[in-house]
């Protein structure tokens, strides 16, 4: 996997204790030397000084870390201001996004689509930042079709973006399927798979049928049979997980993409497993 890179997503945590914890999770993960960290925005600025002071502490700490971003419901001086204090501090790399406003601001906020935040910072801050946007191989829950929501993507490059991070998934052939198409858009900038290792069933299916996630009949079948077993859940998660980015990176994905939900353990086993180092 020498030419691939990885990195390594946090959310950013609201109290000093869970701020301590993340300063731990960012230390054991840094040996697998990941290209960088991102840390989540809450759409409507409700993360900002969050997001904002992980993003300072992780770069201090000697690693690159990229903010995630959405303009949700801020004002554009709001935003300008954040991504000057960014600039100002060395920063690199933007995950640029529309966002999904937090239940109760849905209101009055007016969502910008990320096409249109990636040409906003273009415009104030040229090549200041590299910029990552989300893509979906199994389509974003409110894509008009599939074709529709490749064409918005192609947008987003057009506008500016360098690469793209997918939303995750467990079924490899939806994403090369997707590259195929977006080739054929006229897409040939590197999208990176989006990895969510397996841990916990519940949480898995919460979070999935949020964000319009596909887990397959077969996984979810072993998982619910294994009931509150947690250890056989987090074997078989592994060896899920591991065969998907094993499959993925031979295939000719460009790197992974964590979403490692704060947690060590299930990050580190799938480096481990695929030769990352340490
Ligand atoms: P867009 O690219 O703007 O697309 C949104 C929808 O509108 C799609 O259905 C698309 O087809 C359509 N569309 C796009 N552009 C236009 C346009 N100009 N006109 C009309 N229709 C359009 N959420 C958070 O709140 N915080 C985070 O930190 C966060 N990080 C994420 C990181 C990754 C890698 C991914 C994959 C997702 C992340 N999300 C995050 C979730 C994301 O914000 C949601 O999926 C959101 O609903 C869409 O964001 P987007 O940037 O993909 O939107």
């Not at 997001?51 to 870390?65: K, L, P």
């Not at 960014?86 to 406003?101: A, E, F, M």
């Not at 689509?113 to 910072?121: K, M, Q």
């Not at 074709?147 to 506008?159: N, Q, R, T, V």
Request: proline share 5%; aromatic share 12%.
């Amino acid at each position: 996997m020498n030419n691939k890179q990885i990195s390594f997503e946090f959310f950013p945590p609201k109290t000093p204790e869970g701020r301590e914890k993340l300063h731990e999770t960012h230390r054991q993960l840094a040996k697998f030397q990941p290209e960088f960290f991102s840390v989540t925005y809450g759409a409507g600025g409700s993360t900002r000084e969050f997001t904002r002071d992980i993003v300072f502490d992780i770069q201090n700490a000697g690693s690159c870390a990229a903010p995630h971003l959405s303009i949700g419901g801020d004002s554009k001086d709001a935003v300008l201001e954040l991504l000057e204090s960014y600039q100002d501090n060395g920063i690199k790399r933007l995950v640029t996004l529309r966002g999904d406003l937090p239940s109760g601001m849905g209101g009055a906020a007016q969502l910008v689509y990320a096409n249109e935040l990636v040409a906003f910072i273009k415009e104030h801050f040229g090549d200041t930042f590299e910029l990552l946007v989300a893509s979906y191989p199994e389509i974003h829950p409110e894509a008009e079709s599939y074709e529709k929501d490749i064409y918005w993507l192609g947008e987003k490059f057009k506008a500016g973006a360098n690469r793209a991070i997918t939303q995750y998934f467990y079924n490899a052939d939806s994403y090369f399927y997707f590259i195929d198409q977006c080739h054929k858009a006229g897409i040939d900038k590197p999208i990176i798979p989006g990895i969510m290792p397996i841990t916990n069933y519940q949480n898995l299916v919460r979070f999935s049928d949020s964000c319009g996630a596909d887990i397959p009949r077969w996984i979810r079948q072993r998982l619910q049979q294994y009931g509150n077993d947690v250890e056989s859940i987090k074997a078989f998660g592994l060896e899920v997980v591991t065969n998907l980015c094993e499959k993925l990176l031979e295939n000719g994905a460009p790197g992974l993409h964590f979403y490692t939900m704060n947690q060590v353990e299930a990050n580190a086993a799938l480096c481990r497993n695929l030769n990352l180092g340490t």
